[in-house]
């Protein structure tokens, strides 16, 4: 199989510079024709020095920058564990279905019921917000959708007789899903940390209609929940590979066997290999990716949580 594609120092350079770029277009496209009448700014001037509104603007362009930067690896890893069957599957689509459900639940639904709807920032911020948040979406779906792939893959691992590729396979298995954790998880923080900038912004603009913080913490809360709950299924799916494969290299022994010691150190090294005997720092990497989103919505309303 072949690896997560890696890219020169100058193309990552090009495409987050492109990402960026992307999403200044997408906030100052309309540029030329804001009315800035009630506003807190009388000209473009007073948008260039206005620490909260570059801050809001800056967690926005840096969206796109992460997605360019992050779609080879997934679509890298996609392909690889893609199937025809596992697209088509009921479980995988059911999935989408149900993510999708959730995520208009969480994203649009509250402003159009009112109970989310923060003070005019921009000149069609609504329609704005709604570009990045739906290109997000978009981009984590497919990395979840990988995860699924990747899941569905290592539950015929351990086929008799192909216990060689079986190894590499869940070897691979292993690290392609640390990788899409490790995107998913950079992926929502950014959106939070943004719903944090757009807080601050909003009570730059009017402090009577600004965003709560106690809804940039709930962002936080939900979306670390949903990530726990894609990536434990695949994670102990991958577990369970493991251990089939480690029965079928190196069943166990009766205690009574002269060879029970030397095959009780084999499967020992068969745990290590597969990761079966989880290791503290492994655990720990895995608990920070999941609780990033809540990490983030907590440490960038600090200030607020204090005052």
């Known amino acids: ?30 540029f030329p024709f804001w009315n800035f009448d009630g506003l807190p700014w009388n000209d473009w001037r007073g948008i260039g020095s206005d620490g909260p509104f570059l801050l809001w603007a800056t967690a926005i362009c840096v969206q796109p920058a992460a997605w360019l930067l992050a779609f080879p690896a997934i679509r890298a890893i996609a392909r690889r564990w893609r199937t025809p069957t596992a697209a088509r599957s009921f479980e995988v689509n059911a999935a989408t279905v149900t993510l999708l459900i959730l995520a208009v639940v969480i994203g649009p639904l509250p402003p159009l019921l009112g109970l989310r709807d923060p ?37 015929t691992l351990a086929s008799p007789g192909q216990a060689d590729e079986a190894v590499v396979l869940h070897q691979q298995a292993r690290g392609d899903l640390q990788i899409l954790l490790g ?40 979306l670390s929940f949903l990530l726990g709950l894609i990536y434990v299924p695949a994670y102990l799916t991958l577990q369970q590979a493991g251990q089939r494969l480690r029965d079928e290299i190196a069943p166990m ?55």
């Not at 959106?191 to 709560?212: H, N, Q």
């Open 253 to 307: 022994p009766p205690i009574s066997n002269p060879a029970f010691g030397e095959r009780l150190d084999q499967r020992s090294r068969l745990d290590a290999l597969f990761g079966l005997d989880i290791s503290p720092t492994m655990s720990l990497r895995s608990s920070v990716a999941i609780l990033s989103p809540l990490l983030g919505s907590l440490t960038s309303l600090i200030p607020d949580l204090v005052s």
């Open 1 to 30: 199989m072949q690896p997560v594609p890696l890219y020169r120092a100058y193309v990552v350079l090009w495409a987050g510079i492109g990402g960026w770029l992307l999403g200044v277009v997408v906030l100052f496209a309309d």
């Open 119 to 155: 003070a005019d920032t921009i000149p069609n911020h609504t329609v704005k917000r709604a570009l990045i948040n739906a290109a997000g979406l978009a981009l984590a779906l497919y990395a979840i959708r990988a995860m699924w792939y990747l899941a569905m893959k290592t539950r």
């Open 183 to 222: 995107i998913l998880g950079a992926l929502v923080t950014l959106a939070v940390i943004s719903a944090a900038a757009l807080r601050g912004l909003t009570l730059r603009v009017d402090a009577d209609e600004a965003l709560p913080p106690e809804l940039v913490i709930i962002d936080g809360i939900v």
